[in-house]
């Protein structure tokens, strides 16, 4: 319980925290959020590291000159979509195996179809939808690389995803983090960022249960 605490005080409180990271490590802090954004997009192990709300803290730190947004914007984007490439050579490597135990607490089979459903709908597209989306932000580009899309392919929307996510978030906290009213009430941003973070997987499923709810029944069937 204590852990979880932690946890999500260590999300809503992002601000606070990074800047102690930057009081006390200085320039290793880019190091630091390289590596954050790096292993939430590229290791499938860890879907649950911070990556929208992160981003945009980090920036509204640039904007008072405690970092440099040029530098920031530029090692996150390298490190989201060098995240991503890793990310798919390792599922085109592995493979659907590791997928083979019922409950297994990292490589659940919800998460494999709750990707695999996003696919179906979006094709391609889903490389860089996902990136809005946590938890599919980090299988996305693992699924791509187990159903064997073509690397080129692959790539072309992942550095487009990368681009727009690491961009709107970065030079969104650089821009409007240090307005008054978003700094006095910064925990309810970054608790809004997280909750419309979840929202197309919520329509999402949302919509297949209506769908599922809509479709005709078949009388001809046999009980």
């Known amino acids: 319980m204590d852990y979880l605490r932690q946890f999500a005080d260590f999300f809503l409180h992002l601000d606070k925290h990074l800047g102690t990271v930057i009081a006390d490590y200085g ?24 990556g929208d709300s992160m981003i945009f803290a980090a920036a509204t730190f640039a904007a008072v000159g405690s970092l440099d947004i040029w530098l ?10 060098s995240g ?19 409950n297994h607490p990292v ?5 494999l179809e709750r990707t695999q459903g996003f696919y179906a709908k979006y094709g391609s597209m889903t490389i ?3 990136r809005f989306i946590p938890i ?29 996510w690491v961009t709107l978030f970065t030079f969104g906290g650089y ?4 307005i008054p009213a978003v700094r006095d009430n910064f925990t309810l941003v970054i608790l809004g960022i997280i909750l419309l973070s979840f929202v197309p997987p919520l ?3 949302l919509q297949k249960r209506f769908a599922k709810k809509a479709a005709p029944i078949d009388r001809n069937a046999r009980p």
């Open 27 to 50: 320039t290793l802090t880019y190091v630091i959020l390289f590596a954050i954004v790096f292993a939430e997009t590229g290791l499938v192990v860890t879907p649950i590291l911070p």
């Open 72 to 81: 920031l914007w530029g090692l996150l984007l390298f490190a989201a979509i």
């Open 84 to 102: 991503d490439a890793v990310n798919y050579w390792i599922g085109n490597s592995i493979g659907p195996k590791v997928f083979r135990y019922e």
């Open 107 to 111: 490589f659940k089979k919800e998460y």
């Open 128 to 130: 860089v939808i996902a």
């Open 136 to 164: 599919v932000r980090t299988f996305a580009p693992f699924i791509a690389g187990i159903g064997g899309m073509s690397y080129r392919r692959f790539a072309a929307y992942n550095v487009a995803g990368g681009f727009l």
């Open 175 to 178: 821009f409007f983090g240090n």
């Open 203 to 205: 329509w999402h499923l």
